[in-house]
């Protein structure tokens, strides 16, 4: 179970009326390295890693879709005020049309969120190296974003979310190494 | 953060024919968790509110980013 706090983990300001951002900002939202496969990838495989590693998988899970909530809120306010003008013009006339205002699970093309953007191997070093590249490939599509929002406050969000990944891909490495050492025990996972 | 720690360079092929001006230089990201395995107890700390904005607790792991820095 969650214990729900109604604040966002970091402030999410927005100081340009850029519906175009909040385009490429889905990628992170509904992308395959985005926050929900993030999120759902780690909360499915928690169950069956070693024991020692499951608090790492489930945290990191339940802090992923506290991101999710902060681009929510990023697209949110960079869209709903929005006239369906605005959004024809910022390339959002194909999600306006399938979705109105409401936000949605897809990347910047509009290609809606799938589950074979992640995957459950049942081998915890395959998983955790799944999990490590995902965390990389999100740093860098913050990266990316950073470079294409020319937004201060949104990408003062970004850079806070970019580091955080960092701190992510550590610790699955380090998940890594505390599995590396029950080589000695005679243990089969 | 020494930033210029946490990226590696490299000297792409220019042709004579390419039809853009060239970039002679392109930088990339080294992100610090990848020269660790495991992080060592005690290091260095930000202040909590430092922290909070920045995204980690330790110096260490704080490589940065912004498009002045142009890395693209």
């Known amino acids: 179970m969650w214990v729900y706090e109604k604040k966002l983990l970091y402030p999410v300001e927005v100081g340009t009326c850029n519906p175009t951002l909040a385009k490429y900002l889905m990628e992170q939202y509904g992308g395959a390295d985005g926050e929900l496969a993030a999120a759902l990838r780690y909360m499915n495989q928690r169950y069956t890693v070693p024991s020692k590693v499951i608090g790492v998988l489930n945290d990191i899970a339940t802090e992923e879709f506290s991101h999710l909530e902060m681009l929510a809120t990023m697209i949110y306010k960079l869209t709903k005020d929005a006239t369906p003008e605005q959004l024809v013009e910022a390339g959002l006339g194909a999600h306006f049309v399938n979705h109105g205002h409401d936000l949605f699970y897809e990347n910047a093309n509009g290609v809606p969120f799938t589950a074979t953007y992640i995957q459950a191997k049942g081998d915890p070093i395959a998983d955790l190296y799944e999990d490590i590249a995902a965390e990389e490939k999100a740093r860098a599509t913050y990266q990316w974003l950073i470079d294409v929002s020319d937004d201060p406050l949104i990408n003062d969000s970004l850079r806070f979310l970019r580091e955080r990944e960092n701190i992510h891909s550590l610790r699955f490495r380090e998940s890594v190494e505390l599995l590396k050492d029950e080589r000695d025990r005679k243990k089969i996972f | ?72």
């Open chain 2, 1 to 72: 953060m020494d930033r210029p720690l946490y990226r590696g360079s490299y000297k792409p092929y220019v042709s004579p024919l390419d039809p853009c001006p060239p970039i002679r230089v392109k930088t990339f990201v080294l992100p610090p968790q990848i020269f660790t395995n495991f992080q060592q107890p005690g290091l260095p700390q930000y202040s909590p509110e430092e922290a909070l904005r920045r995204g980690t607790l330790w110096p260490l792991f704080d490589d940065g980013f912004s498009r002045e820095e142009g890395i693209s």
